[in-house]
């Protein structure tokens, strides 16, 4: 079965026509399925309506019409049981890593707030007391498979670089060993030697785990260096899907061919 099935999704958004008021359609009648294990990637010009959808997925936005379904769960029309539940299974991670880290919080306070709220620890070693000191030693080791260490843990997010407060935003999203990661343009304000390493720290985990990824970025030739299928997205349609070898290799759209003819945003070492 599909951890994530999107069916015929469209938004829209209420925009002021002179003195009347119309429908700007931003996600157009999207389908697509995402399998366990596999990185789908998502890739299309800046506006093309990834975020939008990566939303939708998340159950943060409502579709307008269609529907997001998360491991049969149908997410705009979920109980709240149900999404605290699909929390556990699917976590964001955005953009701007300083953004989506509370400037008051300790790194500490970051990577355990999930356990707090959802009162559990997953993989907690049996015979570990509870209480204070496991809660560190799992912050520690969670840490540690974002390559930070102990040292960060008193810390607060601006005396991090921002790659380093990538990892500590992908801790944080790994803390309640999600199946599903929404990574949206993960390394597009990173530099592109630091951005490269948060992709093959990705790559790691992925294999690791067995994580399910949404990869969304403007960039195909990053999405292609991760992604087993594409989607490609134009002015909130889906145009093209497929294969990520197969499409890059023989695309069938101009707009594909047009997005794999752009610069390459990755170091020669690694694509
Ligand atoms: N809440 C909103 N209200 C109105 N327009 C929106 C809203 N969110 C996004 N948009 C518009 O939808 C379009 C697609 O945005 P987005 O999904 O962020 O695209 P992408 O992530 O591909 O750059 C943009 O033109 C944006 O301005
Ligand atoms: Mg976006």
Request: with cysteine; hydrophobic share 40%; net charge neutral.
């Amino acid at each position: 079965m599909a951890l994530v099935e999107v069916k015929a999704v469209w938004k829209s958004y209420p925009r002021r026509a002179g003195l009347r008021t119309e429908l700007r359609t931003i996600v157009e009648d999207v389908s697509l399925s995402i399998e366990p294990g596999e990185t789908l990637g998502l890739v299309g010009e800046s506006g093309s309506g990834k975020t939008t959808l990566a939303r939708m997925i998340l159950g943060l936005v409502k579709p307008t019409q269609g529907k997001v379904v998360v491991s049969g769960i149908d997410v705009a029309r979920s109980s709240r049981v149900d999404l605290h539940h699909l929390r556990r299974q699917m976590q964001p991670v955005f953009q701007d890593p300083y953004a989506a880290l509370n400037p008051r919080m300790t790194v500490m306070e970051i990577v355990t707030e999930p356990w707090l709220i959802h009162g559990i620890i997953p993989d907690r070693q049996p015979g570990i007391e509870t209480g204070r000191t496991s809660l560190r030693a799992r912050a520690i080791e969670l840490l540690g498979e974002v390559g930070l260490d102990e040292s960060a843990l008193p810390r607060h997010p601006h005396e991090f670089s921002g790659g380093q407060r990538q990892r500590i935003n992908i801790a944080r999203a790994l803390a309640l060993r999600p199946k599903l990661l929404i990574l949206d343009e993960p390394v597009s304000a990173l530099d592109v030697s630091v951005g490269a390493q948060i992709v093959n720290l990705l790559r790691r985990l992925q294999s690791e785990h067995g994580l399910t990824y949404l990869f969304i970025s403007h960039s195909m030739p990053l999405v292609r260096y991760l992604s087993t299928r594409i989607a490609v997205m134009e002015h909130g349609r889906l145009v093209e899907t497929g294969e990520a070898v197969a499409l890059c290799a023989d695309p069938q759209q101009a707009y594909t061919r047009q997005l794999i003819a752009a610069t390459p945003e990755l170091p020669a070492d690694v694509a």
